[in-house]
């Protein structure tokens, strides 16, 4: 058939659909190669421009990055084994031993024990975490040495929603590169790169995939200068994604704008009802007003996922366990994004530095699978009664 409208001016469901697929007649989606060689007839063709070698990638490794690409508005981008490893990527490229690195204080904790712990301590690099809300304040932490800036916006346990474009404007004034781990967005929520972020990491373990059964990262370059540095750094530490992983993160991202709107809006419901809850403080969820950086969100993102957290009337642990064991549509896990619904209490997870985390009582984070939302309630109401009753 035919191609109609030009493609820049679709919308990002109708990019996910129509990139990466083969342009050849026959299947649909691009096939699943499992290769580490590949062999040619003759030396020349060998060392020429094609593939040499599985571990680089194959066609659904360029297919997933090129989806991912035209959601993002990237140069180019690059897949990795887990989110994780997109998101440290960065902090490997651009921090060098005697720099000086940025990193919000609200960033996903293993992101921040490799800051701290490997470059801090084995890497001589000086790693400063910064209060999430400093906006244009970055620009009096810059220093000559200052290489890289890492936000992560909302944070995935405390959920501060960052200042990202004035954030990264102070860090192009001074040629610092930025990163961000942008998963709570998945890509899809907000465009970091027209944001002004060089680096949109997420991981594809969560939304993208959707389904709770593979690892996958991505990191999307906003030039390929930049695509071209992070490359080096994966291909030299053998980083490598199976065909199998890919192509299921690839089946994951087909579905992913009507599963996240699924998500966002069962978040939603939900979030409002426990917000009418007397047990429950405050919802800290950014698309409700009641969040401190709801102006921000609705100025960046266009919409919502469904992972937000809830502080409780203060309670003791056993209280709080109680309820979440109580809950019958909620797993107890430390993941998000897929179709199930999850809850954990995330006081024991989170490190702060820069700035307390202060709350009037215990933190309940919920992930709202896709699950209806009604059934969901009426779980959390009896599970609330389990918290009141211990
Ligand atoms: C915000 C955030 N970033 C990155 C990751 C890491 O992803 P992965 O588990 O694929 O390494 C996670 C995992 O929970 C996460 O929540």
């Known amino acids: 058939m035919a191609a109609s409208g030009d493609p820049k001016h679709r919308k990002d469901a109708t990019r996910i659909a129509h990139t990466g697929r083969p342009a050849e007649d026959g299947p649909v989606n691009p096939p699943i190669e499992r290769a580490s060689t590949f062999v040619y007839a003759n030396s020349g063709t060998l060392y020429g421009k094609g593939r040499r070698y599985g571990r680089m990638g194959v066609t659904v490794h360029d297919a997933l990055g090129e989806t991912l690409s035209a959601i993002q508005g990237a140069a180019r981008t690059l897949i990795t084994s887990s989110g994780l490893s997109a998101c440290v990527a960065p902090f490997r490229a651009c921090a060098q031993p005697g720099s000086h690195v940025l990193v919000t204080d609200s960033i996903y904790g ?6 701290s712990r490997f470059l801090g301590k084995e890497r001589n690099v000086e790693v400063e975490f910064y209060d999430p809300r400093i906006g244009a304040g970055i620009a009096d932490l810059i220093r000559e040495e200052t290489a890289l ?27 610092v590169k930025t990163m961000i781990d942008d998963t709570w967005s998945a890509g899809l929520l907000s465009k970091p790169i027209d944001l002004g972020v060089d680096m949109a990491c997420q991981a594809l373990t969560k939304y993208v995939s959707g389904g709770s059964d593979v690892f996958g990262g991505a990191i999307c370059c906003a030039d390929e200068k930049t695509a071209a540095q992070i490359e080096g750094v994966i291909r030299i530490s053998g980083e490598s994604v199976s065909p199998d992983s890919a192509a299921l993160a690839l089946r994951g991202l087909r579905s992913l704008a009507a599963r996240l709107k699924w998500h966002g809006e069962a978040g ?17 969820h950014p698309a409700l007003p ?4 709801h102006e921000i969100w609705k100025r960046d993102f266009n919409g919502t996922a469904g992972l937000f957290g809830a502080i409780l009337k203060p309670a003791s642990d056993e209280a709080v366990n ?13 993941s998000w994004g897929g179709f199930e619904s999850l809850a954990i209490h995330c006081d024991p997870q989170i490190q702060r530095t820069a700035v307390p985390w202060t709350a009037e009582g215990p933190l309940v984070r919920f992930q709202i699978g896709l699950e209806d939302p009604d059934d969901l309630i009426t779980d959390l109401e009896q599970g609330i009664r389990k918290l009141k009753s211990s």
């Open 110 to 115: 293993p992101t921040r024990d490799f800051a």
């Open 149 to 175: 800036i890492a936000l992560e916006s909302p944070g995935s346990l405390t959920f501060e929603v960052q200042d990202v474009p004035a954030i990264t404007a102070a860090a192009r004034a001074r040629g």
């Open 268 to 284: 939603l419901k939900v979030a409002q009802f426990l917000e009418g809850r007397p047990e429950i403080v405050r919802l800290i």
């Open 290 to 293: 009641s969040h401190p950086d």
């Open 322 to 334: 109680a309820f979440i064991d109580a809950l019958e549509l909620f797993g107890c896990g430390f």
